[in-house]
């Protein structure tokens, strides 16, 4: 069971836009820098967001990502279903010295 | 080309012992902050341990308590994972990344393919 709660999954129509929660606490969202991963089904994991809501080059601008507090969300807008994923949260803890992943969002397009 | 590859993995006894290995192209593994994480079939990723360009090391101790160690060979540009007292708990796909934008962004820019362990009798 993670420290990182987001949702099993979600479900939207191509085009539309679609918002991912990841809520923690004070130890590890609240005081640590948020990273964002999306795997690919058989892929290894891909940086899609880190400082919070910066993107890596490469990375379009449909996908965002904003913290407030101990929550943090991504955005992904005019949906395509190449972003058939599941979508991870990140960030180091530490009260449990250990870096955390979300459950993971499996999203369907 | 920049890019992380695996190799180690496969079919280990409960009790086992299995070595890791992840080799670095284009870039000096020294220079960052290295990890393994690994995900189990069909499950979520879960962080296993960290070593910083200073060599000092941490580890997901709840996990991994005291079994695996991290080090790197700089000199081969390769990163390791020796695993001991393996048990099924252990069967997962295991990566190797580095943590780039400045080594404090917390943020893993590079994976490799990932190399499979599974542990069972």
């Known amino acids: 069971q993670s420290v990182l709660t987001q949702p099993p999954s979600l479900s939207a129509a191509p085009g539309q836009r679609v918002t991912i929660s990841c809520s923690g606490s004070s130890s590890n969202i609240g005081n640590h820098y948020v990273s964002w991963y999306q795997q690919l089904p058989g892929t290894a994991p891909k940086l899609l967001i880190y400082y919070n809501n910066n993107r890596p080059s490469g990375i379009p601008d449909r996908f965002s990502a904003s913290k407030s507090g101990t929550s943090v969300t991504l955005g992904i807008t005019g949906l395509q279903t190449g972003d058939e994923a599941d979508y991870y949260c990140g960030v180091w803890d530490s009260s449990l010295t250990t870096y955390v992943f979300g459950a993971g969002t499996k999203v369907t397009v | 080309e920049v890019q992380l590859v695996e190799s180690g993995g496969g079919l280990a006894l409960p009790g086992g012992s299995l070595r890791l290995s992840c080799a670095a192209s284009e870039f000096t593994l020294s220079n960052y902050e290295m990890n393994w994480v690994r995900q189990a079939p069909g499950k979520g990723l879960e962080w296993v341990a960290n070593i910083r360009s200073s060599g000092s090391t941490m580890y997901n101790t709840d996990s991994v308590k005291g079994r695996f160690t991290i080090s790197r060979d700089d000199a081969k540009n390769l990163l390791f994972l020796q695993m001991d007292s393996l048990s099924a708990e252990d069967t997962a796909l295991y990566y190797c990344?580095?943590?780039?934008?400045?080594?404090?962004?917390?943020?893993?820019?590079?994976w490799g393919q990932g190399t499979m362990v599974t542990v069972s009798s």
């Open positions: 990344n580095r943590e780039g934008y400045g080594g404090t962004s917390d943020a893993f820019d590079l």
